[in-house]
């Protein structure tokens, strides 16, 4: 975990440009028409918080269970300068207390434009679709009382790049699987807080 972390300091430190932060407009962000297609792996580990929780406490519930994610999403569209949109698919294997896969589908919004980006290129993401698991999952079933195989599945992400080398991010990200409030037959569902790194080509 170590050496992904100080590859991407020293990106930050050799991809900083100190001229252009000062004073200067924020750097936008990168041309679609050049690198529109992005890959994400990331991992992390199952809290049975709530939603709410996550968003108002600082010290989540962990449960002994994990998952590994494949990511790969395409941007397709830009509203003004400050948002964009992708489509994104993935691939997630289950460890430890749960071992199944689980196959997601969604559309993210992307607020691109932040007063820092001249230092430390920051994106916020939204993310709304559908979740498929190959087994009904257990640790949603215990804390549930029921689950299903399809959910609905929602993503809240952070990403911060080096500004001169926005291709490379480090990613932070909350994977939830929800019910909708009763939509898909149950009212929650289940959170993961992950993080890793994306590559944008």
């Known amino acids: 975990?170590?050496?992904?972390?100080?590859a991407l300091a020293i990106l930050f430190l050799v991809g900083a440009d100190p001229h252009a932060a000062k004073g200067?407009?924020?750097p936008g962000p990168p041309d679609a028409a050049d690198r529109p297609w992005s890959i994400?792996?990331?991992g992390g580990r199952?809290?049975?918080?709530?939603?709410?929780?996550?968003?108002?406490k600082f010290s989540p519930d962990w449960e002994?269970?994990?998952?590994?994610?494949l990511a790969l999403a395409r941007e397709f569209a830009a509203l003004?300068?400050?948002i964009?949109?992708?489509?994104?698919?993935?691939?997630?294997?289950h460890f430890s207390r749960q071992d199944h896969w689980e196959f997601n589908a969604l559309v993210l919004g992307r607020w691109v434009t932040f007063p820092w980006n001249a230092y430390v290129y920051t994106t916020f993401a939204v993310g709304e679709g559908l979740s498929y698991a190959t087994e009904v999952p257990r640790l949603e079933v215990e804390?549930?009382?029921?689950s299903h195989r399809l959910l609905d599945y929602l993503a809240f992400e952070l990403s911060f790049s080096p500004p001169r080398h926005r291709e490379w991010a480090l990613v932070t990200r909350i994977h939830h699987r929800s019910g909708v409030f009763g939509l898909f037959g149950q009212r929650e569902g289940s959170n993961v807080l992950a993080a890793g790194l994306r590559y944008r080509f």
């Open 64 to 69: 002994d269970s994990y998952i590994g994610t």
């Open 143 to 146: 804390h549930n009382d029921k």
């Open 80 to 82: 003004t300068r400050h």
């Open 24 to 26: 200067a407009d924020a």
């Open 84 to 93: 964009r949109f992708e489509v994104e698919g993935q691939v997630v294997k």
């Open 40 to 42: 994400t792996l990331y």
């Open 1 to 6: 975990m170590r050496a992904p972390l100080v």
């Open 46 to 56: 199952y809290t049975d918080n709530t939603m709410e929780d996550l968003f108002t």
